[in-house]
Structures are given as C-alpha cells and as structure tokens.
C-alpha cells in the first residue's frame, strides 16, 4: 500500500501563505485515483479541504474556495496544497490521503482509502 508523508506546514501570519506537499512512497500514476488533503483542528472533526482527480480535476470546500490550490505531478507522485490568504480559522494539523474519489469524499467510509500519515502542523496567527 502507498504511503504518504505530508511537510510544508508551519507559523503563519494572517494573510500569509504555505504551500504543503504530499509525497508517495510509491507511483499515484493509476487512473481513478483520487488525492485528497484534510485537516483537523483542535476539538473539531477532521474535513476534507480539496481533492484532485486523476484528469486533475480539483475540487474545494467552501473555506478553501478562492484562497487554495491543489495539484499533482503523477511523475513525482507528489501532490501540493498552496494555501493563500491564511486565516487563524485555518489552524490544525493537514494530512493527506489517497483512494477513489468516493473513499476520499467519505473518509474510507465506503471505497478505497489509504492510511494516514502524521500530518503537518499549521498555525496562523491573528
């Protein structure tokens, strides 16, 4: 099973960028594989925050949109999260997963989901 290592995270200001990374152990080059960052912040539930399909088709949540980008390079097998416009409400740890998109979107719930990484530690100060 591939695994994944997240990194980038780190102290932020308000207003301030971060770009994580999110690297394979093994190729993500396989058709209908889906990536996905979450995060999760102290006391809250853990939420997905973008995906990207094989096609590099990216899809956001609504505090992501405008401010996040996710993308992928299958010959790197690496997938970023440049984070833009940072916020205190985007404090907490970021991981990532990969599976089918119907794993990633239910958190293993139903489909194919890997395990989790350690994450990478976000804090943005106000």
């Known amino acids: 099973q591939v695994q994944l290592a997240e990194s980038g995270g780190g102290l932020v200001q308000f207003g301030g960028s971060l770009r994580l990374s999110c690297v394979a152990s093994?190729?993500?080059?396989?058709?209908?594989?889906?990536v996905g960052w979450y995060r999760q912040a102290p006391g809250k539930q853990r939420e997905l925050v973008a995906h990207i399909l094989y096609d590099n088709t990216a899809i956001y949540s609504e505090s992501a949109k405008g401010r996040f980008n996710i993308s992928r390079d299958n010959a790197k097998n690496k997938v970023d999260l440049q984070m833009n416009n940072l916020a205190p409400a985007d404090t907490a740890v970021y991981y990532c997963n990969i599976g089918s998109r119907l794993g990633i979107m239910t958190m293993g719930a139903f489909g194919e989901f890997g395990t989790w990484g350690q994450g990478t530690q976000v804090t943005v100060s106000s």
């Open positions: 093994g190729s993500i080059d396989t058709r209908d594989s889906v």
